[in-house]
């Protein structure tokens, strides 16, 4: 293997955590980003640093730019990542057939080997998982735990894999 395989790291649901029992908050904190409040994982910068070694880190969001502007510093990230772009008339509400991401995403990867982290798969993506020519792994994560050691080990183990 020549280069490194993408990771595309979504940030709503993998890093910007929700839905967790106020009472039992995962290690964290909160940071205001364009004055909507975000409860950003500790787990998750850890988990994204280390795995540099083995990714080229692509941010895979609906943040795009934002992500960079707003993230590396509390994620302890050293250096901006590059970020998909999506279309201004995607669907909002995620109703259509497919996934809103998939188009950018496959013209990114083209054939190179890809995992993305998300938390809003639909069938749409596993099947585009499925049939690409490239390895690829979708790991998803729920939105009030994010990205776990689980999910960085199945991550890390994947990518020893391809080489």
Same mark, same amino acid.
């Given at each position: 293997m020549q280069e490194k395989?993408?990771?595309y790291v979504d940030v709503d649901g993998v890093i910007s955590l929700w839905g967790f029992d106020p009472n039992r908050r995962p290690p964290g904190a909160f940071a205001v980003v364009d004055g909507i409040p975000h409860f950003l994982s500790q787990a998750a910068g850890r988990h994204l640093l280390a795995l540099t070694? *083995?990714?080229?880190l692509v941010w895979c969001?609906? *943040?795009?730019?934002k992500a960079n502007e707003h993230l590396l510093t509390p994620l302890g990230l050293p250096t901006p990542?590059?970020?998909?772009s999506f279309d201004a008339d995607r669907d909002p509400g995620h109703t259509t057939p497919g996934h809103w991401k998939l188009a950018a995403l496959q013209a990114h990867a083209g054939d190179r080997p890809l995992a993305w982290i998300d938390d809003a798969f639909n069938a749409a993506c596993w099947d585009w998982a499925a049939d690409r020519s490239a390895p690829t792994l979708l790991v998803a994560? =729920?939105?009030?735990?994010?990205?776990?050691d689980a999910h960085a080990?199945?991550?890390r183990d994947w990518a =020893?894999?391809?080489l």
């Open positions: 395989p993408l990771l070694e *083995w990714f080229e969001t609906g *943040w795009e730019e990542l590059h970020y998909l994560t =729920r939105p009030e735990t994010g990205l776990l080990e199945q991550l =020893r894999a391809l």
